[in-house]
């Protein structure tokens, strides 16, 4: 760059505002290196990262139902092992109700049905008062977004099995699942597979719980609306049909193969425990999985148990106390994997490569590469095991993308043993490779999992029932290989034509793994840009055309959940992540000398803190679009500073 910017700072900026003209090489340099500190400061002894990931009132919800199903309370209440943190769940929950008396899934978000409808009986199972003012705000809330009746089919089985809801009127998730011909439950995503496996059992063996005597949710039932499950046309209503079938089924049919069913499913469950901290490694699957167990009798001090129960607990961010009203927040999962190769991959783009720092964390990450065939194997049976999870252990679901990003940080970040770092890149890249969908893309656990008719069936209204391919996953993997030289290899090629052909008419590319637009159209344009294919800069040209259209007056960039509904954009306030993904995805255009491009470098300096961070309040990670959002603790900091070390 052969200019300095001497625009002044706007009212209210926190730095530098007494200095005209302004040296933005120094300014940058001295943000770079404050957020590599404030990073390493963050760095645990073992080489990794590992930000908190958070979410919404839904997980602490959730949690006060496994209390019911493992401690029934009887007319004295709940008992005392439960009881403290029963309270401290619920206190968590109120702390997060909106002034309309509902709950969001994101932050800034309308009320949402499903999780209002949650937290207000997760309230009044803890205790509060129907007619408390709290509760009785939900309540109207939830009655005028359409009742219970408008909650999602998790939310209704979740109800049913204590007698919440009627058991007829939500879908079966039938054991026998795990025996139909042609691994019809391997065309679902991996997560749904852990979710609907333990969740079958539940449903098959755990029909004996109730909630306490007296104890209903009739008031949030809007009047005149049926409770059944709504009827659509084509192949839903095969499914709907197919739903009375099982029910029927679970009433009069075969008790010798309901048995077998029961039995194959818990062997599926048991075996994906190997090698993993908790059953998928997710909060959903752990929970059922903890229930399945207590269905099937699993005592208490049974080992399985105990270690699911420690797994789960291992989610929970814990402290303070209930007087002081510290935090009490469940996580999703966690993502240490993610955040060490993101940190180490940022750290290296600013140009810190030989640092023992930066050892411990190559080091960590190639001990964590999977050696053991999963799920993944059943499509592709000959391939070598190797990928990376997102978690610290979760050996049956390597992911793509944190496979593509843990590459892209070995490029930076050298092992102590080079044989070693050597061999674990080859084996990576030949199971990216292999893990290529027909279509070209890349999705994140599986290869061509687009069986379309599975969003028809009655519980998929979760909206992940598939792992398809998505634009921002295939950018990061096509910018992984080229930087590795394979620019011209052919899978290079269907991933950038994949790319090309899901561009969106405004010139963006969808993000499914993050908020929204911007990440996937960051992500697409880095890819495409590092391939250097024909077609590639007219396609990255038309992405930075619209970036620069979409700048908020701040200089930053921000993006609302909001853009999953409405399927388009959405303009939210301004947040560091965000403005951090829209000026590397201007860098990779080239543009490195707009007015936009200067003001989203100065947005970011500018909000920078003393102790090298940024702050941020956005919600700004999807797990399930339209459902469930993430909150990366460490998003705000570290791609900031990738950004940064772009220009």
């Known amino acids: 760059m052969s200019y300095e ?45 590992c930000g908190e990931l958070t979410a919404d009132t839904t997980l602490e919800s959730d949690y006060i139902l496994l209390q019911l199903w493992l401690d029934q309370p009887d007319d004295s209440g709940w008992h ?16 997060r109700q909106l002034p309309d008396g509902g709950f969001n899934i ?31 705000l939900t309540r109207q809330r939830i009655l005028a977004l359409g009742g219970l009746q408008a909650a999602n089919s998790y939310v209704k089985i979740n109800l049913s099995l204590f007698g919440l809801y009627p058991r007829k009127h939500v879908p079966s998730v ?93 062997r599926w469950v048991l075996a994906r425990t190997h090698y993993t901290e908790g059953l998928g490694a997710i909060y959903p699957a752990m929970m059922y999985f903890i229930m399945a167990l207590d269905a099937l009798g699993y005592a208490e001090d049974q080992p399985d148990r105990t270690e699911a129960i420690r797994h789960f607990e291992s989610l929970l961010i814990e402290t303070g106390d209930i007087e002081t009203g510290d935090r009490f927040l469940f996580q999703p999962c966690v ?89 674990a890149e080859r084996r990576a890249v030949n199971w990216l490779l292999a893990m290529q969908s027909s279509d070209g893309g ?49 899978a290079v090629r269907r991933g950038v034509a994949y790319l090309l052909q899901t561009q969106e008419k405004d010139g963006s590319w969808y993000g499914r793994w993050g908020v929204n637009y911007i990440y996937g159209s960051f992500l697409a344009m880095r890819g495409l840009a590092a391939s250097g294919a024909p077609g590639a800069r007219d396609a990255v040209d038309r992405a930075a055309k619209w970036l620069r259209a979409i700048q908020n007056p701040d200089g930053g960039w921000g993006e609302s959940c909001a853009s999953y509904s409405r399927d388009c954009y959405v303009p939210a306030p301004s947040s560091a992540s965000q403005t951090a993904w829209a000026l590397l995805g201007l860098c990779a255009a080239g543009d490195r000398e707009s007015a936009q491009f200067r003001r989203g470098v100065e947005y970011l300096l500018s909000l920078q803190t003393a102790d090298g961070k940024w702050p941020e309040g956005a919600t700004t990670g999807t797990g399930f679009p339209n459902v469930f959002y993430l909150t990366y603790a460490m998003y705000r900091d570290y791609f900031p500073l990738l950004a940064l070390s772009q220009v």
């Open 442 to 490: 890349w999705a994140a656990f599986d290869v061509d999992n687009n069986w379309a008719m599975l969003n028809q069936v009655p519980f998929a209204d979760h909206n992940a029932m598939l792992d398809p391919t998505c634009p921002d996953i295939t950018g990061r993997v096509v910018e992984c290989l080229s930087r590795r030289g394979m620019g011209a290899h052919d």
């Open 5 to 49: 910017w001497t625009e002044p700072v706007r009212a209210g900026r926190r730095r530098h505002a007494e200095q005209s003209p302004r040296n933005i090489h120094d300014e940058i340099t001295t943000a770079t290196r404050r957020a590599a500190d404030a990073l390493f400061q963050q760095q645990a002894p073992g080489g990794f990262w």
């Open 80 to 95: 005392p092992r439960a009881h403290a943190r029963i309270a401290r769940a619920a206190r968590s929950i109120l702390d």
């Open 174 to 266: 039938p054991p026998e699942i795990v025996m139909l011909p042609g691994n019809v439950l391997y065309e679902m995503s991996s997560w749904t597979r852990s979710i609907l496996v333990p969740l079958s059992i539940v449903q098959a063996r755990g029909s004996n719980r109730r909630a306490p005597t007296g104890f209903n949710l009739d008031e949030l039932l809007l009047p005149g609306v049926k409770l059944a499950l709504p009827k659509r046309k084509g192949l839903s209503v095969l499914f709907h049909h197919l739903d009375r079938m099982f029910k029927v089924w679970e009433k009069r049919g075969s008790e010798r193969i309901r048995g077998a069913a029961i039995r194959e499913a818990e």
């Open 106 to 136: 994101y932050a800034g978000g309308p009320s949402d049905v499903s999780a209002s409808v949650k937290a207000y009986c997760a309230l009044k199972l803890a205790g509060f008062d129907p007619e408390s003012d709290p509760l009785r």
């Open 335 to 423: 993502s240490p994997v993610w955040d060490t190769a993101i940190c180490a991959f940022a750290m290296g783009e600013a140009g810190i490569t030989d640092d023992p720092r930066m050892t411990r964390a190559a080091d960590w990450l190639i001990s964590k590469e999977v050696r053991r065939k999963g799920d993944w194997s059943v499509k592709r049976p000959d391939t070598e095991p190797s990928g990376w999870a997102f978690e610290f252990a979760n050996e049956f679901y390597p992911d793509i993308d944190d496979t593509a990003m843990v590459l892209l940080a070995l490029m930076h970040a050298k092992g102590s043993n080079p044989e070693a770092h050597a061999a």
